[in-house]
């Protein structure tokens, strides 16, 4: 498909990614290894001691961390009907029922925990992230608006509130939330990405450009990143150096993030 006007690269610009990331707050394995390692050792405790709720929470931390959300959706509903006052395994089925599609039951989840803890600001951010996931922009930016007024430094809840206001037209907004997440967390990689895309569409273009090769400084092979820098380069009138980075995505695999939308 051949583009060639302004208004035809911001629809493919607006396409190529206000991408949302989840980031988890399971206990941090350096390897897989590790982490089964934790599993098998939790498995023997249970074993031993099959009433205690609290084993069962842990366990569906590590399931969750090593993608296993049904596994852990079992164990935390185990741990429920143990024990219905503990607020960690609402939290954490709620995590796991969004990842394994369950995004209406995840929410309810994680609408019992903060019920119980209003003021957390990370729950606020996961909720709203899967009001995003639901199509729900507007209980998705109550929800990170709350976050962000919690906990002015949550540079994830400044993305993905960012990514909302983008979605809503409201780019200066959203530009702002941008730069709040990579000055809070300079290493958070698709904040650089979202912020360049943003940019972009205010055609501010030298801007996005430095933006998007900070992105691209934190993950080189990011094919949602070379793509977006593609676009921004021909948009800027170097029709060849896009042509190239458009050649090298081709070889670059898909990226991770759980939400994006795709340039075509």
């Known amino acids: 498909m051949t583009v060639n006007t302004p208004a035809t690269w911001k629809v493919l610009a607006l396409l190529a990614g206000l991408c949302v990331l989840t980031h988890a707050r399971a206990a941090d394995f350096t390897t897989r290894e590790d982490a089964e390692a934790a599993l098998q050792a939790l498995e023997g405790q249970i074993a031993a001691t099959p009433g205690r709720a609290g084993l069962y929470v842990e366990r569906g931390k590590v ?5 296993e959300f049904q596994l852990a959706i079992d164990d935390l509903s185990r741990a429920i009907q143990l024990d219905a006052g503990l607020d960690e395994a ?5 995590m796991a029922r969004g990842r394994a599609g369950e995004i209406e039951e995840g929410i309810a989840d994680l609408g019992v925990y903060l019920d119980r803890n209003p003021d957390d600001s990370h729950a606020l951010t996961k909720r709203g ?3 995003i996931w639901n199509g729900d922009l507007d209980r998705a930016e109550r929800d990170l608006r709350r976050a962000v007024a919690i906990d002015n430094t ?14 809503q037209g409201k780019h200066a907004e959203a530009i702002e ?3 709040a997440a990579t000055l809070h967390d300079p290493g958070y990689q698709k904040a650089h990405h979202n912020l360049a895309m943003t940019l972009y569409l205010e055609d501010r273009l030298t801007a996005a450009r430095q933006a998007v090769d900070r992105a691209l400084a934190l993950s080189p ?8 820098k593609a676009v921004i380069l021909e948009a800027s009138g170097d029709v060849k150096a896009a042509a190239r980075l458009r050649e090298d995505a081709e070889f670059l695999p898909e990226g991770n993030w759980s939400e994006r939308m795709p340039l075509r």
């Open 90 to 94: 609402y939290f954490w089925r709620g």
């Open 221 to 228: 092979d990011n094919r949602n990143s070379v793509l977006l």
């Open 129 to 131: 992230v899967r009001h």
């Open 154 to 167: 949550n540079a994830e809840a400044h993305d993905d509130l960012g990514v909302v206001l983008a979605q």
């Open 177 to 179: 939330h941008f730069q």
């Open 63 to 67: 399931l969750f961390h090593l993608h």
